[in-house]
């Protein structure tokens, strides 16, 4: 198993900056992916950035490239997300969330062909204009 704790979230005023952190523990080796999503009320859960374990590749999606960044400290057993210029649409709980080969765990979501089973129980982000 795998266990996911984010921190970080907050409120900020538009074009503001915050950073997200995910601290993972347990059978972490096992992760292939890590991500983060976000759900804004009444709104689909969608992704935000991903990281490709083995060679750190990363993709974002299309409303935050250019002001998102995700990394990973391997020694640390962290994800991070680095938000700037952020706008009042960011508004969300983001959700830090691991794709690993545990079959016992059902994928919740899936994204660039990442099966993500383990999730985090959220931080708030909340952008004022």
């Known amino acids: 198993q795998v266990q996911l704790v984010e921190s970080g979230g907050g409120s900020v005023q538009a074009g503001g900056s915050l950073r997200l952190s995910c601290a993972a523990s347990g059978y972490t080796s096992s992760s292939y992916c890590m991500g983060w999503f976000r759900q804004a009320p009444g709104k689909e859960r969608e992704g935000v950035a991903g990281i490709y374990t083995g060679d750190g590749g990363t993709y974002y999606a299309d409303s935050v490239k250019g002001r998102f960044t995700i990394s990973q400290d391997n020694a640390k057993n962290t994800l991070y997300l680095q938000m700037n210029s952020l706008k009042p649409e960011d508004t969300a709980m983001y959700y830090c969330?691991?794709?690993?080969?545990?079959?016992?765990?059902?994928?919740?979501?899936?994204?660039?062909?990442?099966?993500?089973?383990?999730w985090g129980q959220g931080t708030q982000v909340t952008v004022s204009s």
């Open positions: 969330a691991a794709a690993t080969a545990d079959l016992q765990a059902a994928a919740q979501d899936s994204w660039r062909g990442c099966q993500y089973n383990y």
